[in-house]
């Protein structure tokens, strides 16, 4: 599998081993949450996969509503979204990139692009010769969905800069373009108000800034955090199987998703995998595996200016003359020398991820493991 990155898959290794304890930590947190609330058996250490909200169990903030410890706020959140269409709301999210000084989705992105699809998966086709993307989604906005457009605006403007490179670019994965997509749910949540869709008394003094920060902090954990394994035991596994090819490739995959992920299948018997592009292409998930702890390493960068100043954090990012540059170099240098040249990043490492999360580790181990009440 290609790989930019010196002793990847070792260091992919070592990067897990750190923050399997958080995962572990979430992870006991959920499954507990979710037997309270189906009436599962306490007897299984797993989750199923089926009732974690994404198709491998890789994204759980579908299923916010039965985790969440308070839920107030995230109900407000939710039913002031419920009643936006991405197409109304898809402006608004074009302001995020104009934040970040990425510039305009384009005109073509509007003449081209459908929001009337009955499937909510967000699909991206670029036309390199007439240099743009346009998206093919449904119309509905909830806060997944919120979070993941904001994700593929941020992938638009990026392909807008540069179609000439794009063919090559996308043999050549990038853990760059990764992270600068992940910035794209902290975004989101941080622009709640901003945009419009809460007020800002509701969002900036709710009565429990603890609680709010809280809850900001479970949604992205839920977002984020089920996704490192999968990608990890997903490139493991087929490498594994390349080498050696002494088991059965089903057996090994649900082995190291019971292991890695900590999820279960209906038989554990299932080819689930077939439906993951990655793998029926034979595409490597390592930049992405990669990116999601770089997106911390570049977001601890300018904590300091969002930490000392007043507004939103991409606002910080827009004034960095540096960030334009890197964004711009992109097509002309790989991503590991990019990082070294622009913000002196020689290696990806765990530790802003963990800083970032910590506290959430010590909520989630002081917070009473309550059952949730059904929502409706």
Not at 19 to 34: A, D, G, Q, S, T
Not at 66 to 83: C, D, F, P, S, T
Request: hydrophobic residues 35%.
């Amino acid at each position: 599998m290609l790989s930019e990155y010196k002793s990847g898959y070792n260091h992919a290794q070592k990067l897990w081993k750190e923050v399997e304890p958080l995962y572990k930590l979430l992870h006991e947190f959920v499954r507990i949450r979710i037997q309270n609330y189906y009436k599962i058996s306490y007897n299984y250490t797993s989750i199923p996969v089926y009732l974690l909200g994404s198709n491998f169990g890789e994204d759980w903030s579908n299923i916010a509503n039965i985790v969440l410890a308070n839920l107030k706020l995230y109900e407000e959140i939710r039913e002031a979204l419920k009643g936006q269409r991405k197409c109304s709301a898809s402006p608004k999210l074009q302001q995020g990139n104009w934040k970040l000084g990425l510039g305009a989705l384009g005109k073509q992105f509007w003449k081209k692009s459908n929001f009337s699809q009955s499937n909510c998966k967000l699909h991206l086709f670029s036309n390199c010769a007439e240099k743009y993307t346009e998206i093919l989604t449904c119309d509905k906005v909830d806060l997944t969905l919120f979070m993941d457009i904001h994700e593929s605006a941020i992938d638009i403007v990026l392909r807008n800069q540069d179609y000439s490179s794009l063919a090559r670019r996308e043999l050549r994965f990038s853990a760059v373009d990764e992270a600068l997509r992940g910035l794209g749910s902290i975004i989101a949540l941080d622009s709640l108000s901003e945009y419009g869709f809460m007020s800002e008394e509701s969002w900036t003094n709710y009565h429990d800034q603890n609680d709010r920060k809280n809850m900001e902090l479970i949604i992205h954990a839920l977002r984020v955090l089920p996704k490192l394994p999968y990608y990890l035991l997903s490139d493991v596994t087929r490498l594994d199987h390349l080498e050696s090819r002494q088991e059965i490739f089903t057996e090994a995959w649900w082995r190291n998703r019971m292991k890695l992920q900590g999820v279960q299948g209906i038989s554990n018997e299932e080819v689930d995998y077939l439906g993951d592009p990655f793998i029926t292409l034979n595409k490597p998930r390592l930049s992405e595996y990669l990116g999601i702890f770089l997106q911390f390493q570049l977001l601890d960068y300018y904590k300091k200016y969002y930490y000392f100043e007043n507004g939103n954090i991409a606002t910080f990012i827009k004034n960095d003359e540096n960030f334009r540059k890197f964004v711009q170099d992109r097509p002309n240098k790989d991503w590991v020398r990019l990082l070294e040249f622009h913000y002196a990043i020689t290696e990806i490492s765990s530790e802003s991820l963990l800083n970032y999360f910590k506290p959430l580790q010590r909520y989630l181990k002081e917070v009473l493991l309550e059952p949730i009440p059904t929502t409706h």
